[in-house]
């Protein structure tokens, strides 16, 4: 079992997501590099940094990958894109939440305590989620090769069922996910281990334990 250490970062303001990407790209990359269902062969490599300040969760993910899809938008099927997901539970609750980005920001949050019956986040607590995206291609052995960074700025707000004054005061769980379901080549990667037998990120059982500095 994993644990994260997320470290703490004093902005003033609010500053852009594109100022905290320069901020994150100082920290060392946190491999998502479980593949817990190896029948879904890929070439995908991602990572992702995390830190905090303390009302906010700053996030950035890196991914290279052979094929690029964002065809959902808000509230759609984010898990079918080039997709990156954060699940994350508070205290000992037994209810997390879920949410999926894809590769242009558009993203997707939910509650609930199983993958079924989730409640969707309403646009008015997820609006204040702000993301900047930069991608690029290259040619490499006659196909293209994709290799894009998005960068998360999410306000404890968005967590709208729990009273977060401060991050570094909770019991924090969860996971980190990297996947694109309707890609050529579909995947299914996470930063912990996961134990079902079939893809499914929605196992709180194998959240791992992340600690906000």
Known sequence: MQLLKVPFINLEGSPGPQIVSNLLDKYQKVPI????WPQYGHEVTASF?????????LLKYYVDESF????????GDIHKDSCVEFFV??????????LEFNCIGWHKVGFGATRNNRVPLHLHATDSITTSTHIRSKAERGSRRFNWELTIVIPATVFCFHQISDLAT???RGN???????LPTPHFLTWNHVTART?????????AEILFL
């Open 89 to 98: 539970a508070f205290q000992d609750d037994d209810k997390y939440y879920n």
């Open 199 to 207: 893809p499914d990120f929605h196992r709180k059982e194998d959240f």
């Open 176 to 182: 980190f996910h990297k996947c694109g379901d309707e």
């Open 49 to 57: 940094v995390m830190a905090h300040s303390s009302t906010a969760v």
């Open 170 to 172: 909770m019991k924090v």
């Open 33 to 36: 590099a479980c593949n817990p």
């Open 68 to 75: 690029l899809l964002a065809a959902s938008a808000s509230n």
